[in-house]
């Protein structure tokens, strides 16, 4: 069986990944369970969970572990041909295997289930896997245990299946074949069989399936299908679910093109280094190494494909945490202390429709600009239509609630000038509605809704103004003041949002009170309306790249791992080769530095491969136009974010993290190498025939 590093690293990835599959179960015991909303089945939520998180997280999962299985057989193979030759059945390793690796995922199951659920209940986060009780009656989420023995469950099946899979592919074939593997590092070839029907028809569903995913995300992207079914669908149900099936579809093909992408890609990286690093060196360890590195190895093809996942996996998560810092920081850069009006926010069904006529006063505005201690960004205050909202608590409405949709209409131009590109990239457009914190700056109010996200309209005197929301951190919920200028015509400016002078600080909300009582002593009873957050409450904001952390240390410890299995792979299909390299005369040096030289192509190769993918992921998702479905498709403004993404990496951290990682496999296969280095040829050609190395 499996021993060494590489079990352990598919146990860590195991782990992992049922410590995140019980984490989503949310807390065991909680005050706060669902309800039935009457909008589908209480199963549902389950169900949409394996499609969208638990199958794409298992293949994911799968795929690291069985690719760590295969790298931790490479020493084991010619004991599998060996053991085939005198008698063992295929039949009877595979099905150890399949016992030995699943008692190993319960165990790594077992260990990372616990944490998981602990991390839950410690955050006692709404899960929709918990039960269905009433909020504030405290109970035992059954919901949140059956998931994760569930998850349990299914974690040890896949490392059994993991397993399975990695013995499949190295006792396939008679032992002979299997020992011409051994020795020259390649896959066992499979038997040429004339291809029958039903095999080209399974080969055909994979890749027609893939096609209609990637086309259902298309049309999804362009026509929003779960907002057409309900407009035009007496039961929309079906075509959401089939689009969900689509998607998920989509996702897992998404996550085998990704596979393919890295390892052809890094496979070609490598070849184009090994062609370089020989050039001038023709006795020394660069040249050795490029010799190696031309050969093809499947052990090398395995590390390039591990190595450049975790590689995308790191560049993506500080990506996507750079991205989201950048937000919350645009979101800072633009926290009003208190947001004055000439509208009363208060008078629900009694304002007119459409952007506000009635001016703020001019003495106001020009005593608030001339205040030293205040920035303004003058604006335009925009009513909806009031809308009445039936309140419930899952069994029983608790009344209404009559409210007026306020929206305030902001120039870029005019905001630029006090936070440079905040309110852009936040996702401020044509046809967006950013929303905002209105429920801080309300505080009178027994109900503020959160401004929809997604494909909406905002009802007026001139109809259903389709728009796009998105979710966001900004004061109030906000539309591009050019944009709604077009729509509802020319109008005064009726609002101000006012900021403190001054660089911003970290923390939403908790004006000074001085601030706050100059701005009301700025504006009179009868003059303006002042709306501002509570002096003694709000938020603060750090910056969290826990999972990129925590995915930074177990990467770096991967690669580690890898590095020495990539340089003893090396060490010991090539001992005859470097063995002879010392007999003709090779210099101690040159025979450490191959192995090296070769680590560092093949980790380095990989580390940027998957950089880049990383990067770009983290660039296409973290943008609020290019994939959102019924996104305003404005090619600047995505343009725009694209470019501005790449300013939020840090690049220091994600380039560090990759030097880190070739600076590790370079010691580590230079460690490895000194055994090439210290024995004598005669020793090493002895070990290469007792281990059966070409």
């Given at each position: 069986m499996i021993t060494g590093p590489m079990r352990w690293a598919a146990g860590v990835v195991l782990a992992l990944g049922a410590g995140f599959g019980a984490w989503m179960a949310g807390p065991v015991w909680a005050p706060l369970g669902t309800f039935d909303d009457g909008t589908g089945p209480a199963w549902l939520p389950w169900l949409m969970a394996l499609f969208f998180y638990g199958i794409p997280g298992l293949v994911i999962v799968g795929i690291l572990a069985t690719l760590f299985l295969r790298l931790g057989l490479v020493s084991a193979r010619d004991g599998l041909a060996t053991r085939m030759a005198l008698g063992a059945t295929r039949r009877d390793i595979l099905r150890t295997a399949a016992v030995a690796s699943a008692r190993d995922g319960a165990i790594a199951a077992a260990v990372g289930v616990p944490v998981g659920l602990a991390l839950a209940q410690a955050a006692s986060d709404f899960s929709p896997m918990s039960s269905q009780e009433l909020p504030g009656d405290p109970s035992l989420q059954w919901g949140a245990v059956a998931w994760a023995v569930a998850v349990f469950a299914g974690f040890a099946a896949l490392a059994g299946?993991?397993?399975?899979?990695?013995?499949?592919?190295?006792?396939?074939?008679?032992?002979?074949?299997?020992?011409?593997?051994?020795?020259?590092?390649?896959?066992?070839?499979a038997p040429s069989l004339p291809p029958r029907a039903w095999h080209r028809v399974a080969r055909a569903v994979p890749v027609v399936a893939s096609v209609l995913g990637f086309a259902l995300v298309i049309l999804n992207r362009t026509v929003p299908l779960d907002a057409w079914a309900s407009e035009n669908l007496e039961s929309p149900g079906d075509l959401v679910w089939a689009k969900n099936i689509g998607l998920m579809v989509a996702a897992v093909a998404a996550v085998w093109c990704a596979f393919r992408l890295l390892r052809w890609a890094s496979e070609r990286a490598v070849r184009t280094a090994s062609a370089v690093l020989g050039r001038g060196d023709t006795t020394g360890g660069r040249a050795f190494a490029a010799d190696g590195l031309a050969r093809p190895s499947a052990t090398r093809r395995r590390v390039l494909t591990v190595t450049a996942i975790v590689a995308t996996l790191w560049a993506w998560s500080w990506g996507a945490s750079g991205a989201s810092e950048a937000d919350i920081d645009a979101a800072l850069s633009v926290d009003a202390v208190a947001i004055v009006t000439s509208v009363d926010p208060w008078a629900e069904s009694g304002l007119p429709t459409g952007l506000s006529r009635i001016g703020l006063d001019q003495d106001v505005i020009?005593?608030?600009?001339?205040?030293p201690r205040l920035r303004v960004i003058p604006a335009r205050v925009l009513v909806g239509a009031p809308q009445t909202v039936t309140l419930s608590d899952g069994t029983r409405d608790l009344g209404e609630v009559a409210t007026a949709e306020l929206v305030l209409a902001v120039d870029q131009a005019d905001a630029d000038a006090v936070a440079p590109h905040a309110y852009r990239t936040m996702g401020l457009a044509s046809g967006v509605l950013l929303g905002g914190r209105d429920e801080e700056y309300l505080p009178g109010e027994d109900f503020v809704p959160r401004a929809p996200t997604g494909v909406g309209t905002i009802t007026t005197w001139a109809g259903h103004t389709p728009v796009f929301g998105l979710d966001s951190e900004a004061p109030i919920t906000t539309v591009d003041g050019e944009w709604a200028r077009d729509i509802w015509g020319e109008a005064p400016v009726s609002a101000l949002v006012v900021l403190s002078a001054g660089a911003p600080d970290q923390e939403f909300g908790m004006p000074s009170p001085d601030v706050i009582a100059a701005i009301d002593a700025a504006v009179p009873d009868g003059r303006g309306f002042v709306l501002s957050t509570a002096t003694d409450s709000g938020w603060l904001v750090l910056p969290s790249h826990g999972f990129a952390v925590v995915l930074g240390g177990i990467g770096a410890a991967v690669v580690v791992l890898l590095a020495a299995g990539v340089a003893h792979a090396s060490a010991t299909s090539r001992r005859r080769d470097l063995a002879t390299f010392a007999a003709l005369g090779a210099t101690p040096r040159s025979l450490r530095a191959a192995p090296r030289w070769e680590a560092v192509v093949t980790v380095g190769s990989a580390a940027g491969?998957?950089?880049?993918?990383?990067?770009?992921?983290?660039?296409?998702?973290?943008?609020?136009f290019l994939l959102a479905p019924g996104a305003p498709f404005d090619a600047g403004e995505i343009g725009w974010h694209l470019a501005?993404?790449?300013?939020?990496?840090?690049?220091?951290?994600?380039i560090g993290g990759c030097v880190v990682a070739v600076t590790a496999a370079a010691l580590v296969a230079g460690w490895a190498g000194r055994s090439m280095a210290t024995g004598t040829p005669v020793d090493e050609l002895r070990e290469a025939q007792r281990e059966g190395a070409r």
């Amino acid at each position: 069986m499996i021993t060494g590093p590489m079990r352990w690293a598919a146990g860590v990835v195991l782990a992992l990944g049922a410590g995140f599959g019980a984490w989503m179960a949310g807390p065991v015991w909680a005050p706060l369970g669902t309800f039935d909303d009457g909008t589908g089945p209480a199963w549902l939520p389950w169900l949409m969970a394996l499609f969208f998180y638990g199958i794409p997280g298992l293949v994911i999962v799968g795929i690291l572990a069985t690719l760590f299985l295969r790298l931790g057989l490479v020493s084991a193979r010619d004991g599998l041909a060996t053991r085939m030759a005198l008698g063992a059945t295929r039949r009877d390793i595979l099905r150890t295997a399949a016992v030995a690796s699943a008692r190993d995922g319960a165990i790594a199951a077992a260990v990372g289930v616990p944490v998981g659920l602990a991390l839950a209940q410690a955050a006692s986060d709404f899960s929709p896997m918990s039960s269905q009780e009433l909020p504030g009656d405290p109970s035992l989420q059954w919901g949140a245990v059956a998931w994760a023995v569930a998850v349990f469950a299914g974690f040890a099946a896949l490392a059994g299946l993991c397993g399975v899979l990695a013995y499949a592919a190295l006792t396939k074939g008679a032992p002979d074949a299997m020992a011409r593997a051994v020795a020259g590092d390649t896959d066992v070839a499979a038997p040429s069989l004339p291809p029958r029907a039903w095999h080209r028809v399974a080969r055909a569903v994979p890749v027609v399936a893939s096609v209609l995913g990637f086309a259902l995300v298309i049309l999804n992207r362009t026509v929003p299908l779960d907002a057409w079914a309900s407009e035009n669908l007496e039961s929309p149900g079906d075509l959401v679910w089939a689009k969900n099936i689509g998607l998920m579809v989509a996702a897992v093909a998404a996550v085998w093109c990704a596979f393919r992408l890295l390892r052809w890609a890094s496979e070609r990286a490598v070849r184009t280094a090994s062609a370089v690093l020989g050039r001038g060196d023709t006795t020394g360890g660069r040249a050795f190494a490029a010799d190696g590195l031309a050969r093809p190895s499947a052990t090398r093809r395995r590390v390039l494909t591990v190595t450049a996942i975790v590689a995308t996996l790191w560049a993506w998560s500080w990506g996507a945490s750079g991205a989201s810092e950048a937000d919350i920081d645009a979101a800072l850069s633009v926290d009003a202390v208190a947001i004055v009006t000439s509208v009363d926010p208060w008078a629900e069904s009694g304002l007119p429709t459409g952007l506000s006529r009635i001016g703020l006063d001019q003495d106001v505005i020009a005593t608030l600009a001339d205040d030293p201690r205040l920035r303004v960004i003058p604006a335009r205050v925009l009513v909806g239509a009031p809308q009445t909202v039936t309140l419930s608590d899952g069994t029983r409405d608790l009344g209404e609630v009559a409210t007026a949709e306020l929206v305030l209409a902001v120039d870029q131009a005019d905001a630029d000038a006090v936070a440079p590109h905040a309110y852009r990239t936040m996702g401020l457009a044509s046809g967006v509605l950013l929303g905002g914190r209105d429920e801080e700056y309300l505080p009178g109010e027994d109900f503020v809704p959160r401004a929809p996200t997604g494909v909406g309209t905002i009802t007026t005197w001139a109809g259903h103004t389709p728009v796009f929301g998105l979710d966001s951190e900004a004061p109030i919920t906000t539309v591009d003041g050019e944009w709604a200028r077009d729509i509802w015509g020319e109008a005064p400016v009726s609002a101000l949002v006012v900021l403190s002078a001054g660089a911003p600080d970290q923390e939403f909300g908790m004006p000074s009170p001085d601030v706050i009582a100059a701005i009301d002593a700025a504006v009179p009873d009868g003059r303006g309306f002042v709306l501002s957050t509570a002096t003694d409450s709000g938020w603060l904001v750090l910056p969290s790249h826990g999972f990129a952390v925590v995915l930074g240390g177990i990467g770096a410890a991967v690669v580690v791992l890898l590095a020495a299995g990539v340089a003893h792979a090396s060490a010991t299909s090539r001992r005859r080769d470097l063995a002879t390299f010392a007999a003709l005369g090779a210099t101690p040096r040159s025979l450490r530095a191959a192995p090296r030289w070769e680590a560092v192509v093949t980790v380095g190769s990989a580390a940027g491969v998957g950089t880049l993918l990383g990067v770009g992921l983290a660039l296409a998702f973290s943008n609020p136009f290019l994939l959102a479905p019924g996104a305003p498709f404005d090619a600047g403004e995505i343009g725009w974010h694209l470019a501005h993404g790449l300013t939020t990496v840090p690049w220091l951290v994600v380039i560090g993290g990759c030097v880190v990682a070739v600076t590790a496999a370079a010691l580590v296969a230079g460690w490895a190498g000194r055994s090439m280095a210290t024995g004598t040829p005669v020793d090493e050609l002895r070990e290469a025939q007792r281990e059966g190395a070409r």
